[in-house]
């Protein structure tokens, strides 16, 4: 059992950048692939980015990609996402998702495990 919450989430302008973060309960979060998704209002949840359970494959979707970053301390059992040249396009709820295994997916379908979400509004 993994249990994830999320922070970082706010108000930003265009432009701006934020550092969302997904803290994992359990002693076993290296052995879990991990994956960030959004939903916007009205729309369904999409593939943001993922990270395998070693941080050695790394997955990102194309509207967000040399914008987004995604990371993981193994250590610290914690999962980021820092956000660079936000647009207003970039609004939604962030979830962060984990599944167990070495490798990530971009399908939501994969995971297992999901937190309750962290709010990105950017306004232009």
């Known amino acids: 059992q993994v249990q994830l919450v999320e922070s970082g989430g706010g108000l930003v302008q265009a432009g701006g950048s934020l550092r969302l973060s997904c803290a994992a309960s359990?002693?076993?979060?290296?052995?879990?692939?991990m994956g960030w998704f959004r939903q916007a209002p009205g729309k369904d949840r999409e593939f943001v980015a993922a990270i395998s359970w070693s941080g050695g494959s790394l997955y990102y979707a194309d509207s967000v990609k040399g914008r987004f970053t995604i990371s993981r301390d193994n250590a610290k059992n914690t999962v980021s996402l820092r956000i660079h040249s936000l647009k207003p396009e970039d609004t939604g709820v962030y979830y962060c998702a984990a599944r167990r295994g070495a490798f990530a997916r971009i399908q939501g379908d994969d995971y297992t495990y999901w937190g309750q979400g962290t709010q990105v509004t950017v306004s232009s």
């Open positions: 359990g002693r076993t979060f290296s052995s879990y692939a």
